[in-house]
């Protein structure tokens, strides 16, 4: 009879009594029960032949005559995913103004009045950003403009882009303008036609509580989200803007409505979180919305999701896709919140209006809130002067989730990433208390709801249809 | 203070180790205020609770018996968990 030995795993019990069970491959299986779990640990035995082969296979489990082959197999897997977290490419965001025309009640930012002086980045830092770039990163740039609301200083994106053609191959680089859509308008739309432009906008849940929220004097805006929309399809064609949603209280229950909502507008993707605990949205948002109500929601969103998915009707969530993605290991799932070491500088900086420089878009916000000097990098008006990373250094070392308090025993912990920029702002260190932390909460229950989903056969078959699109 | 009941449990020290004992209550924090003590022989935890005394000790001897388990199971991998980390770091060649 063959002698098997455990490897090292990590396990979690579901609500239906399962066992999730997890390693350093970051290879998952899920056993029937408990029962199953004490026997994995400890009469080994007593488990049928066909769940032995599974767990055998995916290296939970190993023989004499293996066990070397399996631990390099292991580390290899475990040094493999380490690199990816590491290497993907650097999103670059850049914030041409803190202007905004929207007062929204959960600004993270603090924007400032449109008419305001002073909260603009110049057209003549455009050089030294385009630099600063070329130094940092290496093609293809992925360029992001975020704000206040970018399209205000439409005149430095037009010539940000211009001077960036000259700079690098036409080719080389994408820019996406984050934006309410609310000031789009044709000569805008005119500029940006046959060039790699395109929009990221916010569709919140509840078109009454994206207007509560969003405000505008002239209440609507929702409609000229709508028709923003509407004209980028129309003139720049499909595919040319995304949107992201945020739940607050009063959209909790609208779910059918922001389904609705993007399918009407011929949107096939949607990319819904609970509204961020960032800078100044704190004191608002922990009034607002729990993880466990935003779970609510979130649930009957992908309820619905799924179903239209199932009726032929093609929409994809994001944000479950992004957390399923990092269940299988897919090449493609990357995503800044769910890296570890963490996305913070390495895989994202950003320039403010005052031309500072941020390891993330969130330091900046915690930046403008506590004024954290710390979180300054640099400045691109003093190129000559180098990076202050120490700080940096030090926040992605304590990034690694394999051996920190909360983490090291976490069965999701290698999909799963550290956000060092939130725990700072809550428990003013890197690594903070798990069994608090808003980060924890939310992405441990949208691992947990994937494994459920994974066991209806037609939740997976969608699931693998969006792998393969 | 009033109206706060206090819910005490014991455990052997020769069938559970402070180690598993804290790493079950890092997650309690969130849901009561606690204490361990060593009295004699026994651990000592306390927990202030309300009306939610069933839930409490519902929830913390879930999570104990996790870490029993976990520790079962890092007695037999804990060392080869250490070296499978420390050669992929080395690996990475930073």
């Known amino acids: 009879m063959t002698n098997y030995s455990p490897l090292p795993f990590n396990f979690k019990l579901l609500s239906d009594e399962s066992v999730v069970i997890s390693n350093l491959a970051n290879m998952y299986h899920v056993l029937p029960n408990k029962k199953d779990l004490e026997n994995l640990i400890s009469d080994i035995g007593s488990l049928d032949a066909d769940a032995v082969d599974k767990l055998e296979q995916k290296l939970f489990l190993s023989t004499q005559d293996d066990f070397e082959a399996k631990v390099q197999l292991t580390a290899s897997s475990f040094t493999k995913r380490i690199h990816k977290d590491l290497s993907s490419p650097r999103l670059i965001m850049i914030v041409p103004t803190l202007r905004c025309d929207h007062h929204c009640s959960y600004c993270q930012v603090s924007r400032v009045n449109q008419n305001l002086d002073g909260f603009d980045l110049p057209l003549s830092s455009i050089p030294a950003l385009i630099s600063f770039i070329k130094k940092v990163e290496s093609p293809p740039y992925k360029i992001e403009f975020q704000g206040g609301e970018p399209l205000l200083a439409f005149e430095f994106i037009q010539e940000f882009y211009n001077q960036m053609e000259l700079a690098v191959d036409k080719e080389d680089f994408t820019v996406v303008i984050a934006t309410s859509l609310s000031l789009l308008n044709d000569d805008m739309l005119n500029w940006c036609h046959g060039k790699a432009v395109s929009f990221s906008t916010s569709i919140d849940a509840g078109i009454k509580a994206h207007n509560r929220h969003r405000k505008l004097i002239t209440k609507n805006s929702f409609e000229l989200t709508q028709k923003g929309i509407n004209s980028i399809e129309e003139k720049l064609g499909k595919g040319k803007v995304g949107t992201v949603t945020t739940v607050t209280h009063q959209g909790l229950s609208g779910w059918d409505e922001l389904v609705d909502t993007h399918l009407e507008l011929g949107l096939s993707e949607m990319f819904v979180r609970p509204v961020s605990s960032y800078g100044f949205a704190i004191p608002k948002q922990a009034k607002d919305v729990s993880i466990a109500e935003f779970m609510v929601f979130y649930r009957n969103l992908i309820f619905r999701v799924l179903e239209d998915n199932k009726k032929g009707i093609p929409i994809v969530e994001h944000f479950l896709f992004i957390h399923y993605k990092r269940l299988m290991n897919a090449k493609d799932g990357m995503y800044v919140d769910l890296m570890a070491p963490a996305g913070y500088a390495k895989n994202s900086i950003l320039i403010d209006y005052t031309g500072n420089i941020f390891g993330s878009d969130e330091a900046r916000m915690v930046y403008r809130k506590y004024e954290f000097e710390n979180l300054v990098l640099g400045n691109n008006n003093d190129q000559d002067k180098s990076l202050d990373i120490d700080f940096s250094e030090q926040i992605l070392s304590q990034s690694f989730n394999f051996d920190v308090p909360g983490c090291s025993d976490c069965v999701y912990q290698g999909s799963c990433g550290s956000d060092p920029i939130y725990h700072i702002q809550e428990f003013g260190e890197p690594i903070g208390n798990k069994a608090f932390s808003r980060f924890c909460q939310l992405h441990q229950s949208v691992f947990d709801f994937i494994f459920e989903l994974l066991k209806n056969d037609s939740n997976r078959t969608v699931l693998e249809g969006w792998m393969n699109e | ?94």
């Open chain 2, 1 to 94: 203070m009033e109206g706060t009941k206090r819910l005490i449990l014991y455990y052997k020290k020769s069938q559970l180790t402070e180690l598993s004992l804290r790493k079950a209550l890092y997650w309690m924090s969130e849901i009561a205020p606690w204490t361990l003590e060593l009295e004699g022989e026994q651990w000592k935890v306390c927990f202030e609770c309300n009306e939610n005394e069933i839930t409490i000790r519902h929830k913390f001897e879930c999570l104990v018996n996790d870490y029993i388990l976990r520790s079962a199971l890092d007695s037999k991998t804990s060392d080869l968990k250490q070296a499978i980390i420390k050669k992929s770091l080395k690996d990475l060649s930073f």
